[in-house]
């Protein structure tokens, strides 16, 4: 598969780094997207003297950045074939869970090479989980064709009970099931952005919307998210008569976890009830702590806004089912639209998340637990191995939001990290320019055998960022680091 220059310039946007000499920025750049899967494997990337062109760099800048990457076997090249992309085999993912001797049951997974230290989403293996997929299996002779665009009756109706037990009256012709809440996204964008609109967004932001967007002409208005929003820029772009569709998340932002103070949620309410976009609220988070449900926002009934939900962050990722909760007429547009793309979510899901609902303050409980307990092993850990690493003092969410040492980057970090058998999420995918540099994201769901040494690979990656710099990490104990 060859990647066409265009596209290639798209996907790296600002990649120039002034702390950088010209390839190792390129480098660095290009080992991100590898990384993250944006260069899948086997892509050939466009000859050296095009990618100098569209690049506006010389040829002798692009040899050098792509023998930096051969050299970190991230690419291979044949005679006639190009430079083609590659993941080193010694550090392909080769976790395998273990079954114990005894009874069958799972054990620890064992990571041979490389740590996953990428998803934020709890493990699979909970005993709630287990009994929601049991009772599934005891509904299913009872659940009909298997076609459902809009949801399973009875899902539909613990979906609305949700939002009505917090206040918000919803009935359950105002649900629409998707598959994920992506999908759920993905049928908004479709019906509300036509052409080249203007679409309103936090940066950073949930990269899966941000895939959506480059696949579409639209133009972007972006709301800076630091230690809170900058409200001025939100609540004139809610305003701005061009903007068709407005993605938010007020209520634990993903990825910095941020919470709007019940004042803020009042500027939002009242430029929503003059906006003429229509306003998504990504809710996936919100339940994840106690007070993420609430405030004025949870219960606001603008006509044009709409609420996007799933039980991935909260239950379990591979628990495909998401949901938008809207006015009636949206809902039926929704579940027509999505049936150019699919006949409904799978039954078994549905069924699955039923029983979840039935259950869901208990697993709201746990699950709550248990990112607080893994909250304190990791900001302890970091504390300890990387003083360096500035640490939110209040973590929230099933990630911490952390800002690296001053001339590391991002980028820079997640390919030493890569080299050391640990596989981040370079944090530019949160920006819908790439423009972020100084942030990393580390994800709490890690398995607890696993973290004492993710952490020590980071704080070795960390060291090569520095090395390469010219600067010294300070240790734990004041002296340098080398």
């Known amino acids: 598969m060859r990647i066409p220059p265009a596209e290639l310039v798209r996907l790296l946007g600002p990649w120039r780094n002034a702390g950088s000499a010209v390839p190792t920025a390129l480098a660095n750049s290009l080992s991100g997207l590898i990384l993250d899967g944006r260069l899948p494997v086997g892509t050939r990337l466009p000859a050296e003297r095009i990618m100098a062109d569209v690049l506006h760099i010389s040829r002798a800048s692009v040899v050098a950045a792509l023998n930096q990457l051969r050299s970190r076997d991230l690419l291979s090249t044949r005679h006639g074939a190009g430079s083609l992309v590659r993941l080193p085999p010694h550090t392909a993912l080769a976790s395998v869970t273990a079954w114990t001797a005894a009874g069958g049951t799972p054990g620890a997974a064992h990571v041979h090479d490389e740590i996953d230290w990428s998803a934020a989403t709890p493990p699979a293996a ?34 609305a009970d949700r939002y009505t037990s917090s206040g918000l009256d919803t009935s359950p012709d105002q649900i629409c099931v998707t598959a994920g809440a992506q999908q759920a996204l993905s049928l908004l964008l479709e019906q509300a952005v036509q052409g080249r609109g203007r679409v309103l967004l936090e940066t950073p932001t949930y990269p899966g919307f941000l895939d959506l967007l480059r696949a579409r002409p639209a133009q972007l208005t972006c709301v800076p998210v630091e230690d809170t929003w900058s409200m001025s820029a939100l609540t004139d772009g809610l305003r701005d008569p061009t903007v068709q569709l407005a993605y938010l998340m007020p209520r634990l932002h993903n990825p910095t976890s941020q919470t709007m103070s019940d004042e803020q949620q009042e500027s939002v309410c009242e430029a929503a009830a003059r906006s003429g976009a229509l306003i998504i609220l990504d809710d996936t988070l919100a339940d994840l702590t106690e007070q993420g449900g609430s405030g004025p926002l949870a219960t606001h009934r603008a006509a044009r806004l709409v609420r996007v939900g799933s039980l991935s962050k909260t239950a379990w990722g591979g628990l495909r089912v998401g949901w938008v909760r809207s006015d009636r007429a949206t809902a039926q547009l929704l579940a027509r639209a999505r049936t150019r793309v699919d006949l409904g979510t799978p039954v078994l899901e549905q069924l699955a998340a039923t029983a979840v609902l039935a259950q869901y303050d208990d697993v709201l409980h746990s699950r709550r637990q248990q990112l ?62 790439n423009l972020l540099s100084s942030a990393l994201r580390l994800p709490l769901d890690i398995p607890e055998h696993a973290l004492a040494t993710a952490v020590d690979r980071l704080a070795l990656a960390l060291d090569d960022c520095a090395h390469r710099s010219g600067g010294r990490r300070q240790s734990p104990r004041g002296g340098a680091r080398r």
């Open 372 to 433: 607080h307990a893994a909250a304190a092993r990791l900001t302890s850990a970091l504390a300890e191995r990387i003083p360096t690493l500035t640490v939110p003092s209040a973590p929230a969410g099933p990630s911490l939001w952390c800002r690296l040492p001053t001339g590391i980057s991002s980028t820079a970090i997640t390919a030493a990290a890569h080299h050391r058998g640990l596989r981040l999420t370079d944090v530019a995918r949160f920006s819908p320019h």
């Open 126 to 159: 909970s005993p709630a989980i287990l009994r929601a997929y049991e009772q599934a299996l005891t509904r299913l002779p009872f659940a009909g064709t298997g076609y459902s665009a809009a949801g399973l009756p009875e899902l539909r109706t613990a979906i």
